[in-house]
């Protein structure tokens, strides 16, 4: 019976995400086909707006009731450290913090539910119970998973930092500003750092300041090499110091605190290692060499 509940809700959530994916080219078409009728013509704002979808007339209300509640019941959380936790995943521009929000009371939901359903064969004790167990798990999962991303994606611009200085050092030297060498580096690059120097690159672009962008920069990655390095660079435009310079000496020190770091873990293998050791390795070596001697041991005490 429990099978057949949890594939009946596989089933129906399937069939409402393969509805959204196939119409929404229909969707989309609509949209473009309203806007360019009522391009230059003043009409009633009624008139002038498209039809909305099931899913912005009811599941996005109740998304933001969701998220407002989540607010509540936990509020040393708040929107902007959400929004930088996002930022740092990588996550920022396509889950929303009322999303995640949301997300995380669904989660909550779905736990006590799925406790439910499976302590329902037991009894009701053990039904509360799985359920007051379930609800937590499914409330933290969402941020074990974006801090787990995060985590992912800090080590990578951390490993990719030093190489991407080296090279802005030497566009630089070679007469190239900060900007156009920002530019040369992201067609030579790929991966999170790539992204986040492209962000910055545009953001400057339509007018904000380099100190500012910089600034961005640093909060968004999280990274501590990366605040340095926006730092320096800050610090070489307001006292007009030398960027070749600045930048082969922060491509120097990142490429020292990525080997410290290499190094580290590097020590800290053996202790990691002791534990499936322990566990996995020396039953199956005390069962070969003392199984023989078990054996005869039992052969003799039979005589």
């Known amino acids: 019976m429990l099978l057949l509940v949890i594939a009946a809700l596989c089933l129906g959530a399937s069939a409402y995400l393969i509805a959204e994916m196939v119409t929404v080219p229909a969707r989309e078409r ?3 086909f309203a806007r360019a009728a009522s391009y230059g013509h003043r009409v009633a704002r009624r008139e002038r707006e498209p039809d909305v979808s099931l899913r912005e007339r009811a599941l996005v209300p109740a998304m933001e009731r969701l998220a407002r509640l989540v607010l509540k019941i936990n509020p040393k959380a708040s929107v902007d450290e959400i929004t930088l936790k996002l930022l740092s995943a990588g996550l920022g521009r396509r889950i929303s913090p009322t999303a995640f929000l949301a997300l995380k009371g669904g989660g909550a939901i779905g736990g006590a539910v799925i406790g439910l359903l499976l302590g329902a064969t037991t009894g009701a004790v053990t039904a509360i119970l799985l ?3 379930g609800a937590p798990v499914g409330f933290i999962a969402p941020d074990m998973v974006v801090n787990a991303k995060a985590r992912s994606r800090q080590e990578r611009i951390r490993a990719d930092l030093p190489d991407a200085l080296d090279l802005l050092a030497v566009t630089v030297e070679a007469g190239l500003g900060f900007d156009a060498a920002v530019a040369k580096l992201i067609e030579q690059m790929e991966g999170p750092l790539a992204e986040e120097l492209t962000l910055m690159l545009n953001e400057m672009r339509i007018g904000e300041s380099r100190q500012d962008a910089l600034k961005k920069l640093a909060d ?3 990274v501590p090499e990366v ?4 730092r320096a660079i800050i610090q070489a435009d307001q006292f007009g110091i030398s960027l070749g310079r600045i930048l082969r000496l ?3 020190d ?3 605190r990525r080997q410290m770091a290499a ?3 590097a020590m800290k293998a053996p202790v990691k290692m002791l534990f499936p050791t322990v566990a996995f ?3 199956a070596m005390f069962i070969v060499i003392l199984g023989p001697a078990f054996l005869n041991l039992t052969k003799i005490l039979q005589l």
């Not at 605040?227 to 926006?230: E, L, S, T, V, Y």
């Open 30 to 32: 609509m949209l473009s």
């Open 131 to 133: 359920a007051l167990a």
């Open 250 to 252: 922060q491509a120097i």
């Open 281 to 283: 390795i020396f039953p």
């Open 220 to 222: 968004r990655t999280s």
């Open 263 to 265: 190094e580290e873990r």
């Open 227 to 230: 605040g340095a390095f926006c």
């Open 254 to 256: 990142t490429r020292n």
